[in-house]
Structure formats: C-alpha cells, structure tokens
C-alpha cells in the first residue's frame, strides 16, 4: 500500500498523559511490549479522521509541532512515520491545497481554449467558429463549428476534457457519496468532492476538548 498521511484526532486529557513520557514510560502506561517495535500511532490517538492519500506535503508545515516533548522518542517516529500536531490553519492549509489543486486541475483543462491565460472565459479562433442550432425532435441544443480552426492544443485539450468526463461518469457509477454508517458524506478520491468531507470534519472539530494529529506510515 506504501506510505500514507493521514489526519486524526487525540483528546487533551489524553494527549497530556502521553506527550512527556520516555520511549520506556510509553510502553510501561500503555501496557505494551518494547520487543514489538514502536507502538503503532493508530494505537496511541484516539481516532482516525481521514486518510489524505500517499505522502501529501503542498501545505505549510509551519502550523504543525511534534508530537512528543521528548526529543529521543519524536526522533524515533521521525525514522519512517510522521507524527504531528497541527494547529486549526493547518486543517484550513490542507482545505486550501485541495482547493487550489481543484482551480489549478479545471484551468489547465480550459487553457487551450481561453485567451490571456483567462482560465473561465472561452475566447479563442475555434469557439468562435461555433453556430449553435436546435433539433426539433430531440429537443436540445446542436452545435456546429469549423474545425479548420482548430488547435493540435486544443485537439489534445478535447480529448483531456472527454477523458475527465469519462473518470467522473465511473466515480458516479460507484456512488461518490456514503449512505452507510457513519457520519461521512464521501468515499470518493477525487478532490472536488473529498475536499467537502475535509469542510464537514473542520466545521464538527472540537479544538477545546481535542488536538489535531496529522501523520503518516
């Protein structure tokens, strides 16, 4: 499956038992046994909230702190995890990675077919060329154009944009949204819709009973 991230949460009454101990005093309070390796984080939170994907890193990890006072004991999660407390402009950095790449995404898509990097408004030769009619027997709207105006930029934009159609009519042959237990509203990857489960789980945090956890492993 390879390394993940991921965000969870730790309550403050929790997280003050734990955050000053020794690697030794963590297994003594936890009752586990230090011949097994480190105890895993998903033991030591009280819960995951989300698994943000392989190895996100596009926001500022000035708004997160480690995890443990103890130097020796945050260096030995640090070999292969990560394992962090974020502040709530961390969860508000994570919302604005999702949504940048989201603009960033649609704006390359629509690029070949705007003018002055305009990434909304479709100005180019080609549209221009477009007629736009009506079938009497469908009901709907037709559009014809030349195609002598077109670009191989926009040729190969076309196909990117069927290609996206295409990826989102089989995420919604799968049902992008959870009807199931459990308070999430989407199962789905696609960042224009998990970005709405990341709002949901910022607008229910507690940030004075809990902390917010991001790590990784």
């Not at 990097?117 to 027997?137: P, S, Y």
């Amino acid at each position: 499956m390879g390394f993940r991230n991921y965000i969870g949460r730790i309550s403050k009454d929790e997280y003050r038992k734990i955050k000053d101990l020794s690697k030794e005093e963590l297994f003594k309070i936890k009752n586990e046994n230090p011949e097994d390796g480190l105890i895993g984080i998903d033991t030591l939170i009280d819960e995951t909230l989300y698994e943000l994907g392989k190895r996100v890193d596009d926001f500022g990890f000035k708004f997160l702190k480690p995890f443990f006072t103890n130097n020796e004991l945050q260096d030995e999660y640090s070999i292969d995890e990560e394992f962090y407390i974020g502040d709530i402009n961390f969860f508000k950095s994570l919302i604005n990675m999702y949504d940048e790449k989201i603009k960033s995404y649609y704006g390359e898509l629509l690029k070949p077919f705007c003018k002055n990097d305009n990434k909304r408004w479709l100005d180019c030769d080609f549209i221009k060329t477009v007629v736009r009619g009506f079938d009497d027997e469908t009901c709907s709207d037709t559009f014809t154009f030349d195609l002598e105006k077109i670009t191989k930029e926009q040729q190969t934009g076309i196909i990117n944009i069927l290609h996206h159609v295409r990826s989102i009519s089989l995420e919604w042959d799968n049902n992008p949204y959870n009807l199931e237990k459990g308070e999430e509203i989407t199962t789905s990857w696609k960042y224009e819709y998990s970005l709405f489960e990341l709002v949901r789980l910022f607008k229910i945090f507690n940030w004075e009973k809990d902390l917010l956890i991001y790590y990784g492993h």
